[in-house]
């Protein structure tokens, strides 16, 4: 079953708008979450975090929004760029799993000019 | 500067071989994780280690074993490749547990069982 998803395989934009990423989870025991984000033929980079005690981390462009009794957490950017294009994975961790984290199916951005 | 480094970026390997597949980190982490990413499948968790020799079994271990002799490196095999198991294979790490922890990714092997 599982623990983290998210729902949408792709997102289409326009340069400028506002991207926005879900990621939905099952697990309340969940103590931090992050969003990576992965070009082709390249490793998952980090992006951006928050723990499960904040609701909101902004970092530039990215801001990360957690709805803990919705279980939910979103991902925005803004603006978007052609640059962001990749794909987005969700992932969860818990205190005391040694970075043992779960991660979601990933979203595929697209940003168009 | 933090580094993962897989040695291989792309491979492709004969149905019935012996694959390794080798990664080293130079952060001083304690725990190394292998992945492998499928479209639609998102990133799977084959196996893991929290300290040298140890190993975990994680969600899709069928068909491949690892080693850590050593803690800056994890090596992953495949005992016989076969066709499904051409995959994008990544390899992570993690320092000790400090609240939020970032785990860090190799550059990725794609590797392909023809």
């Known amino acids: 079953d599982q623990q983290v998803k998210q729902n949408s395989p792709s997102l289409s934009v326009q340069e400028g708008r506002i991207s926005i990423l879900n990621c939905d989870y099952t697990n309340s025991m969940f103590d931090y979450f992050l969003w990576y984000k992965k070009y082709p033929a390249e490793g998952p980079t980090f992006l951006i975090s928050i ?30 760029q052609p640059g962001d ?12 799993s040694q970075g043992n984290l779960i991660f979601g199916k990933g979203t595929k951005l697209s940003v168009k000019p | 500067d933090v580094k993962v480094t897989q040695s291989s970026r ?3 390997k004969r149905t019935g071989e012996k ?23 998102g990133l799977r968790l084959i196996y893991f280690s929290y300290d040298v020799k140890m190993k975990e079994k994680g969600d899709i271990p069928e068909g491949y074993s690892v080693s850590r002799e050593k803690k800056e490196r994890f090596s992953l095999i495949l005992e016989s490749a076969s066709t499904n198991q051409t995959s994008m294979y990544l390899c992570a790490s993690t320092g000790r547990d400090r ?10 092997t794609r590797l392909t069982v023809v």
């Open chain 1, 51 to 80: 723990s499960s005690i904040k609701d909101k981390n902004e970092d530039g462009r990215f801001t990360v929004f957690l709805n803990k009794s919705a279980k939910h957490l979103s991902l925005h950017i803004v603006p978007s």
């Open chain 1, 85 to 96: 294009s990749a794909v987005y994975f969700c992932a969860a961790g818990r205190r005391g």
């Open chain 2, 10 to 12: 792309y491979l492709v």
């Open chain 2, 19 to 41: 694959v390794f597949l080798e990664c080293v980190q130079d952060m001083d982490h304690e725990n190394m994780f292998w992945y492998r990413q499928d479209p639609g499948l």
């Open chain 2, 99 to 108: 609240g939020v922890t970032e785990a860090f990714f190799g550059q990725g």
